[in-house]
């Protein structure tokens, strides 16, 4: 084990535990530095960066065997104490302090934030903000890619519950780019990113990469406001949700871009309010590879007069194969719908279903990707809400569509209080009496009143808890 505090004011600094760890703004870096293969780096709160000096070449780099995990108080035994949340662990490419959210300040930033090159999958990255890369370098050097984290030569690391923000790039992937290697990115958020031409979250050429539960909102490229899938790229999306994103130029994608034979497969996600600067391809746009969606939905995506037609899923010489999804307009395909899909607050970003939306129960349960049991917020991802009839495939309980299940309310705090007094009494037990063998008064949820539901009543009697 080794340990980061970049508060910690006394201690030997040499990372042995809590009270000695690495202190220093390149805590971070420095114990990676150190690691072997087996080990673990814990990272208390506050601030890192790639290097103490002023070099823009130098970069946090993982190591195969090595999870380095942030959102420490700095006093824990068990990771399973940290808080992510509230114990914010930044990773940042501004390396004088001095960013101002615009390009004016950013001539001193990191070129990668962090480098996940040639590491096989046990090199771990969870817990993280990644934040003020800017790639503006040299092509040759892959300077101009990959603002928050760039990963080649066969790459694969393992990204976990981290927040890329406010990553640039000039050529590809504001915050990532990943060429002839590979990636998984589980519980992520990409937001604000910039990637130039290319991919304003990923720009990822002859990769196998997936994404899992995460979020991309408001990245912004010429070409594929969130990912790009290039070069025979086997891109694989689960639980995602993409929202305003925007691809700025009339190569399109506001979204997604597949290309170039790449295989793109997405599942259960939430596109809605991406554009394009094109007439066409606001959301997801496939000029030349393989997509597969389903059990998605693309809703409010458009193009640059804010048509929505031809702006939800565009073949432009490419195949989409789509099924079990909701899409504005309709489109051709098994199981598809057009209805409004009733958000609870599409003008606040908040995508997730209404307790009437169209989308609910209306998916293919065997189309869920093998191992995939939870939806976008980490609740199960196959509930039956009975008031909805299933319109989808699959024994009860029947997938929703899009990246939330609906969930059923809370059970009542005091279920056999029938007339809601805040007491079961006597008229709770003439209700169950007068409802014997109908549902009109069943307490235990069973479908019908009878003597359980009489001994439900008479074991809680008396106020409610």
Known sequence: MRYVNVALAGGADNGTSWDNAYRTVDGVSRALAASVSGDEIWVAAGTYKPTAG????????????????????????????????????????????????????????????????????????????????????????????GGGILVLTNGNPTVRQCRFIGNRCTFGGGAGYIFGANGSFVDCEFTDNIGGSYGGAFDTNGTTVRWERCLFRNNQASRAGAIESYGSSQSTIINCVFVLNRATTSNSGGAVWAGTSSVVTVRNSTFVGNSAAATSGGGFYNTSGTSTLANCIFWANTGNSGATTNNQVTEAGGTNTVSYSLVQGGI???????????????????????ANSAGIDAGSNSLIPAGVTVDHDGNARRVDIVAVTDSGVGGAPVVDMGAFEVQPPPPPACPADLDNDGAVGGSDLASILSAWATADADVNGDGITDGADLTEALSAWGPCP
Do not use: C, W
Not at 67 to 75: E, H, N
Not at 121 to 144: C, E, K, P
Not at 341 to 348: C, G, S
């Open 332 to 354: 051709a395909g098994t199981g598809n719908i057009s209805a409004a899909p009733t958000f609870v607050d599409q003008a606040a970003s908040n995508v997730r279903l209404q």
């Open 54 to 145: 002023t070099s823009r070449t130098v970069f946090i780099t993982l190591k195969t065997g090595v999870a380095v995990y942030g959102g420490f108080a700095g006093m824990e035994t068990e990771v399973s104490q940290r808080s992510v949340s509230g114990n914010v662990t930044v990773l940042t490419g501004d390396l004088l302090g001095n960013d101002n959210g615009t390009t004016t300040n950013l001539a001193d930033n990191s070129y990668h934030v962090v480098v996940g090159s040639s590491v096989a999958t046990s090199a771990v990255l969870d817990g993280f903000t990644i934040r003020g890369g800017y790639a503006n370098g040299a092509t040759g050097s892959n300077y101009d890619k």
